[in-house]
């Protein structure tokens, strides 16, 4: 941490940031407005699954919002990031004009600068950190914006830089599972002179990425692009590999793989085991998602077959079930609800991703919960029966929690539900490996801080430890077991163990 520090002090303490900071009174900085993100219209973009609803923002708009970061000395910013990036640094580069090294700067530390500008919860950590939130109770310095911005502008000029790698060291890792964690995890580990192959279970890299995000909020094009960087950097993928099926752990061994680090996410979607959930037209958020995203359900010229709706109900209120019911809408859906057991202030999604979907005309049945469907002669699904609820005292959350009201069921019509109530971890790796360690809900014990499993050569992170949470915390995970594994394996070249 110290090293760190001084780090950030003499980056903070070069000429050209020093200049910067003289250019402009921190009076002047403060007074400005935060940028607003320039957004296609509501009517226009729910005709369309593949263009994004945030278009951007300008040069002038960034640099304009890179001016009102005070660089600070004590950069709290930092603190609030899971992958650590140097905040002020590509900020200050964007102030400058300097945008190329902007999103060298992002590389350092974030191996998918592009998909955190668009998906990550910045209100919740580095802007919540932000001088302007914590001491001026203004509005933060929108880094998320910024760190978009500098990304796409990297992309989009062609000139696209490649981490710098070490020299090989000949030690081959495999990380189970595409998605953010191990994407993370792999950008570190071939950094720092590993062999790392990444295998994944399905036809296309990215995992969540991919089948879970919609491309109106993360194209898939993008993805792709931080992929290809991976990929030149020297990171090997494998597809259509099942870890525990196709080969099993000792086959790897075998094949001279010295350490794993699985992050196979929470695949497997929880229900709600009420009457009626097996009629034809209830699926849960997964399958649908990944019908839709990662199989082309939404385009006529594919054969994979997904129900459109008119009348459609998501039940949750996170931001898995507001992809859901926005995709349902650009799907046709004529009605398009979330039905959410507690109010608007305890849901968990995004306030941005609730705003676009106010905006697209979804509504927002709050306080009700799903008890019976009901179904037609065919046994699909036409009926759902409510009933209405109440807070009560906080739970173990400190979220209030929700109360049945006595009497005040009442029934709707539906033609499709998705179910976005939760994931749990798939059993397969469980399986696969008797002796280790989970937890009682299934995700894999780790010693907090390491990602280090029951077994010494195993590390673990994302929605497989977490059990269901945020690409840029599944990151963080990536990149803490990658700096453990580092340590665990030096150790063992130490002590002449290979």
């Known amino acids: 941490m110290t090293d760190e520090k001084e780090y950030l002090k003499i980056e903070r303490e070069k000429e050209w ?77 964007i102030e400058k004009g300097e945008f190329l090294n902007a999103a060298k700067t992002l590389k350092e530390t974030s191996a998918l600068p592009a998909v955190c500008g668009r998906v990550c919860p910045q209100e919740k950590q580095c802007e919540q950190s932000c001088f302007y939130t914590q001491k001026l109770k203004k509005d933060a310095v929108a880094i998320g914006y910024l760190e978009r911005f500098a990304a796409d502008y990297e992309r989009e000029s062609g000139q696209i830089s490649v981490p710098e790698t070490a020299p090989k060291n000949g ?73 525990g099926k196709t080969a099993s752990f000792d086959d790897l061994k075998a094949e001279g793989y010295q350490a794993f680090f699985v992050a196979s996410g929470a695949g497997l979607p929880n229900f709600m085991n009420i009457p009626g959930e097996n009629f034809n037209g209830i699926l849960s958020s997964n399958e649908y998602l990944t019908r839709v995203n990662l199989m082309n359900a939404a385009d006529n010229a594919f054969d ?46 995004r306030i941005e991703e609730v705003k676009h979907a106010e905006e697209e005309g979804i509504e927002f049945m709050n306080l009700n919960n799903p008890i019976e469907y009901f179904a037609d002669e065919k046994g699909h699904v036409n009926r759902m029966r409510l009933q209405r609820m109440e807070l009560g005292e906080p739970d173990a959350s400190g979220r209030r929690r929700p109360v049945t009201i006595e009497g005040s069921e009442y029934d709707i019509a539906v033609d499709l539900v998705i179910v976005a109530v939760g994931v749990s971890p798939n059993p397969l790796i469980k399986n696969a490996l008797p002796d280790l360690k989970v937890s009682r809900w299934g995700t894999i014990d780790v010693e907090e801080g390491k990602m280090q499993s029951s077994i010494p050569e195993l590390f673990a992170g994302g929605d497989i430890v977490r059990g269901g949470a945020t690409v840029i915390l599944a990151m963080g995970d990536g990149r803490k077991a990658a700096a453990s594994m580092h340590e665990y394996l030096q150790q063992r070249v130490t002590s002449n163990e290979f």
């Open 304 to 349: 994979t077959p997904v129900f459109k709706g008119k009348n459609v109900a998501v039940i949750g209120g996170g931001n898995t079930a507001m992809d859901s019911v926005r995709t349902a809408k650009r799907l046709g859906a004529e009605r398009a609800m979330i039905v959410y057991r507690r109010s608007r202030e305890e849901m968990p999604a």
């Open 171 to 243: 030690i081959k890792i495999a990380a189970i599972g595409s998605g953010p964690a191990s994407l993370s995890f792999a950008g570190d580990m071939i950094k720092l002179g590993y062999d790392v192959t990444v295998f994944e279970a399905l036809h296309e890299i990215g995992g969540v990425l991919k089948y879970g995000i919609p491309e109106f909020r993360l194209p898939n094009k993008i993805v792709d692009v931080e992929l290809e960087n991976l990929k030149k950097m020297g990171v090997k993928f494998e597809t259509n590999f099942i870890v």
């Open 17 to 93: 940031r020093v200049e910067l900071r003289n250019k402009i009174k921190n009076k002047e900085r403060t007074d400005l407005l935060r940028v607003k993100m320039p957004e296609m219209d509501p009517m226009e973009r729910i005709k369309y699954q593949d263009r994004e609803v945030n278009q951007g923002l300008s040069v002038a708009q960034a640099q304009a919002e890179a001016v009102r970061c005070m660089d600070c000395v004590n950069p709290t910013c930092i603190e609030g990031c899971p992958v650590s990036i140097n905040i002020p640094k590509f900020v200050k580069y």
